[in-house]
C-alpha cells in the first residue's frame, strides 16, 4: 500500500506499507479488528482503533511508534486492508 505521506521505522524513511497475512498467533497478540454488538435486536459491527494498529506494526513489520505517524488517510485505508484479512465476519456472526 502506497502511503500518501512517508512515515520513519527503523532508521528509514518509508513510502509503502506491504502487510503479510494474519496467522493465529497475531489474533491471539492483537485480538480481533473488530466486535460485534448487539442491541435488542440490532447488530453491528464496531471497529477497534487499538487492534487495527496493533494489527499494522504486526503486519507490515513496523513499530507501533511509526504506526502512530501514518497520516488519517492512510490509516484508514490501512484499516481496509487488516479488515480485508478477515471477510465478512460480521455477517457470520450468530443473532
Do not use: W
Not at 502487510?19 to 448487539?38: Q, V, W
Amino acid at each position: 500500500m502506497k502511503l500518501i505521506k512517508p512515515i520513519q521505522a527503523h532508521g528509514e524513511t518509508i513510502t509503502e506499507l506491504n502487510f503479510r497475512e494474519p496467522t493465529g498467533n497475531d489474533i491471539i497478540a492483537c485480538g480481533f479488528p473488530f466486535k460485534i454488538e448487539t442491541s435488542g435486536r440490532e447488530t453491528k459491527q464496531v471497529i477497534d482503533t487499538q487492534a487495527i494498529g496493533a494489527y499494522i506494526a504486526a503486519l507490515a513489520g513496523i513499530p507501533s511508534s511509526s504506526v502512530a505517524q501514518l497520516a488519517v488517510l492512510d490509516y484508514t485505508r490501512a484499516m481496509g486492508e487488516i479488515v480485508g484479512f478477515f471477510g465478512d465476519m460480521a455477517s457470520q456472526a450468530p443473532s
